[in-house]
């Protein structure tokens, strides 16, 4: 049976690397340097090892740990490492190329980034008004290098101890607020966080940089109400400009209306009184004319007492009269006359300087005309 040399080959190397790595652990090393700078892949003698992402880290990691096997340590820029002597802290290696004597005892115990770094927070909280809310805050955060052994060695867990000063300080603040008020002083709650953070975190070698409350989000069925209340506000707004708008046309086109059935009101009065002026001229002239020896005042007197007893007549036949206490008697019309013919006659001739017989004629006419209008007035009511 023939065996391919190739296998054979194969298999003698695979025999040797095994045999050296167990002498070399034999050997007092630094922790897992053997194990690290020795692990090979399954397919290391195959073609495509050299492409696989797997041993492109196993290369780094050589690198790295070829550099503590002849005593030399790189370190990155805007990072540090903490070197240990025996297991016990040394010094903090800025970056650079550094000297590490495994031999007598010195290795690295970690990296830490010194470079900033960033820890969103949501937190769930109920508000002062009973609205639970979750609220995201983002916390940025970096190492100090003066602090350095300090950061590494005082936390397993940085961001989960942020975190949990983040969760009390936001659900000891927004209790305290409405809904309302969390959304307008979301900087002082910001910076609530931040001075308690900065306070705690210092003492870890660890600088709170900046505490940013980037939202606030109020439960579903909340945000729902909000904004179908808030949408029915601005609906309700609409409906009352249009409604204010339709009552103003409709009290201009009330006041324009009313305007013009007052003028057209006041030019039927002016035509109406024009007419009982006219016709009442007209039937003085011709009783004058007709019955020869009666004078104007006559005349006037007669048509005064016509037209009080038609008046009197019209206040009690209508319905919708209410009480009215009238002088009544065979003197109370000629009373009444006598009075407010006396009055405006003497203002009539000290104004207009009339003649005698101007004056009774014209407070004769106002007289008649006064009762008709006055008739007129009941008989609407």
């Given at each position: 049976?023939?065996t391919?040399p190739?296998?054979?080959c ?8 095994q ?5 070399l ?19 290391h ?17 050589r ?5 503590q ?21 040394d010094d903090v ?18 990296h ?9 927070v949501?937190?769930?909280t109920?508000?002062?008004d009973?609205?639970?809310v979750?609220?995201?805050?983002s ?8 602090k ?11 961001r ?20 309302d008020?969390d ?5 002082e ?6 001075d ?12 709170i940089v900046q505490t ?7 439960d579903?069925?909340?945000k729902?109400?909000d904004e179908y209340?808030?949408?029915a ?8 400009t249009e409604?204010?708008?339709a009552e ?6 009330r ?8 003028y ?5 009065i002016?035509r ?15 009783f ?5 020896g009666t004078t ?17 007549k019209?206040?009690?036949a209508?319905s ?9 008697g ?5 009373d ?20 005698d017989s ?12 006064h ?11």
């Amino acid at each position: 049976m023939h065996t391919d040399p190739v296998n054979q080959c194969l298999s003698s190397k695979r025999t040797l690397y095994q045999l050296v790595v167990n002498l070399l652990k034999r050997i007092p090393f630094p922790k897992n340097l053997v194990d690290d700078f020795f692990y090979v892949p399954s397919n290391h003698f195959c073609h495509h090892f050299v492409s696989s992402s797997h041993n492109t880290e196993f290369l780094k990691r050589r690198g790295h740990t070829m550099g503590q096997l002849l005593c030399c340590t790189q370190v990155d820029q805007s990072t540090v490492a903490i070197k240990e002597r025996f297991g016990k802290f040394d010094d903090v290696l800025e970056p650079g190329c550094h000297c590490l004597p495994w031999v007598f005892g010195s290795q690295l115990a970690g990296h830490l980034s010194l470079r900033l770094q960033q820890l969103d927070v949501r937190c769930e909280t109920k508000t002062k008004d009973n609205v639970f809310v979750n609220v995201v805050a983002s916390v940025q955060y970096r190492a100090l290098a003066d602090k350095a052994n300090d950061a590494f060695y005082k936390l397993s867990n940085t961001r989960s101890q942020i975190q949990a000063y983040v969760f009390d300080v936001i659900r000891a603040t927004v209790p305290k607020l409405n809904l309302d008020d969390d959304f307008e002083q979301k900087n002082e709650i910001a910076k609530a966080v931040e001075d308690e953070l900065e306070k705690a975190m210092s003492a870890y070698g660890f600088e709170i940089v900046q505490t940013l409350i980037v939202d606030i989000e109020p439960d579903e069925h909340v945000k729902r109400g909000d904004e179908y209340e808030i949408n029915a506000a601005a609906r309700l707004r609409v409906a009352a400009t249009e409604k204010a708008e339709a009552e103003k046309i409709l009290q201009i086109k009330r006041a324009e209306g009313e305007a013009e059935s007052k003028y057209l009101s006041g030019l039927g009065i002016a035509r109406q009184r024009q007419a009982i002026v006219d016709g009442l001229r007209d039937s003085v002239l011709g009783f004058s004319v007709n019955v020869p020896g009666t004078t104007a005042k006559d005349v006037m007197d007669m048509v005064l007492v016509t037209q009080y007893f038609d008046t009197m007549k019209e206040i009690g036949a209508t319905s919708k009269s209410s009480a009215v206490f009238i002088p009544h008697g065979p003197g109370a019309v000629r009373d009444v006359a006598s009075q407010i013919r006396d009055g405006l006659l003497q203002g009539s001739i000290n104004t207009l300087n009339l003649s005698d017989s101007e004056p009774q004629l014209y407070i004769s006419l106002y007289i008649v005309v006064h009762s008709t209008f006055l008739l007129l007035m009941f008989s609407l009511n």
